[in-house]
């Protein structure tokens, strides 16, 4: 190898991270090496304060810098109003749209048969006792619309039944700006059992 | 925002590298905080080794561990024979050849009329000293097929002239105004075999 050994290194780790091949990650190092050592010092402290700092909300589930995360801490949100996601990034996913006003349930999984996941790995007891306490009004369910997240949802939907709240879940349907041409049968089909009504 | 504020630190520094988009340094930052603390740590010490113990090679401006490189160290190599390229990421396409076995000459430059960069600031003394002390048969000009590097290369052969050192430049069959960096390995090969004599 013509490259020294710490090189190939902090290559090879780079190249373990998502998205990243073995020629993006040399190309990063080329450019590291070649910045300020405070630049690359800052990068490394970053990376290590967030891992040190950056924990889960204790209510909701999100990342948080201490014991709530900024949606919860955030008084202006709807607290009656709950979205149950798999993941941060599906609640990430949510928040760039910027159409949702309430707080977040993040499961940190799915009920998953085949990889022997039930639902006592799913944050649930938490979600009764904050639906109980808060007084919340409505549960979104915005599990992914494939098979495990529809058998999270319809388990959540029956779990809250005697609750007396409304229990809702995200639409499924043929995505904005595609094509029909090119949407699944599966899709389709749902897009034609839920067609509703055109007001005009 | 609805990510803590250590999150949204190392995402910013994540994107601001090159072929990271601010989309994908949150999906690494997501996976980051998903590894253990060892990886983390590991990752965050790899990068500044690398950046503390990675200094230039004192003969040819490679990457290097100490004062000479791992090509220079290599005695398997013909050190009679030297490629002289601009950058180190240049070098690193023309070993993954495999087809050159001599030493290099990194210029870490080229002569640039445009950002005022003139010779004297591309280690050419370094090159002409290599040249009378290690009995060089043969100088390869590898600079990048474009305005620059030819320019670059003619001032090379001109500066050799005196010294009857054969002075060659890599075939063009690189398409005109790419990157050595981004040829493919076939190319390159071919380039370095069908190399020609620089009229001076």
Same mark, same amino acid.
């Given at each position: 190898m013509f490259l020294p050994r710490r090189f190939i290194e902090v290559s090879a780790r780079l190249s $373990? /991270? &998502?998205?990243?091949g073995p020629k993006a990650a040399d190309r990063l190092v080329f450019y590291l090496l070649d910045q300020s050592d405070e630049d690359v010092l800052a990068l490394a402290e970053a990376l290590l304060a967030a891992k040190r700092e950056v924990m889960f909300c204790r209510?909701?589930?999100?990342? %948080?810098?201490?014991? /709530?995360c900024e949606v919860c801490r955030d $008084?202006?949100?709807?607290?009656?109003l709950l979205c149950v996601v798999e993941e941060i990034r599906d609640l990430s996913a949510i928040e760039r749209t910027g159409a949702f006003r309430g707080l977040y349930h993040v499961l940190h999984g799915r009920i998953d048969p085949i990889a022997r996941?039930?639902?006592?790995? /799913?944050r649930l007891d938490r979600l009764l006792e904050r639906i109980t306490l808060d007084g919340v009004r409505e549960v979104i369910v %915005?599990? #992914? &619309? #494939?098979f495990n997240g529809d058998i999270t949802a319809m388990y959540i939907a029956k779990l809250l039944a005697a609750s007396g709240v409304r229990v809702t879940r995200i639409a499924t349907g043929i995505p904005k700006g595609s094509d029909l041409e090119f949407a699944d049968v599966f899709t389709l089909t749902q897009a034609l059992e839920k067609r509703t009504d055109v007001q005009s």
């Amino acid at each position: 190898m013509f490259l020294p050994r710490r090189f190939i290194e902090v290559s090879a780790r780079l190249s $373990s /991270l &998502p998205g990243i091949g073995p020629k993006a990650a040399d190309r990063l190092v080329f450019y590291l090496l070649d910045q300020s050592d405070e630049d690359v010092l800052a990068l490394a402290e970053a990376l290590l304060a967030a891992k040190r700092e950056v924990m889960f909300c204790r209510r909701c589930g999100n990342f %948080a810098q201490g014991d /709530l995360c900024e949606v919860c801490r955030d $008084s202006s949100r709807d607290t009656k109003l709950l979205c149950v996601v798999e993941e941060i990034r599906d609640l990430s996913a949510i928040e760039r749209t910027g159409a949702f006003r309430g707080l977040y349930h993040v499961l940190h999984g799915r009920i998953d048969p085949i990889a022997r996941i039930g639902p006592s790995e /799913l944050r649930l007891d938490r979600l009764l006792e904050r639906i109980t306490l808060d007084g919340v009004r409505e549960v979104i369910v %915005a599990t #992914n &619309p #494939n098979f495990n997240g529809d058998i999270t949802a319809m388990y959540i939907a029956k779990l809250l039944a005697a609750s007396g709240v409304r229990v809702t879940r995200i639409a499924t349907g043929i995505p904005k700006g595609s094509d029909l041409e090119f949407a699944d049968v599966f899709t389709l089909t749902q897009a034609l059992e839920k067609r509703t009504d055109v007001q005009s």
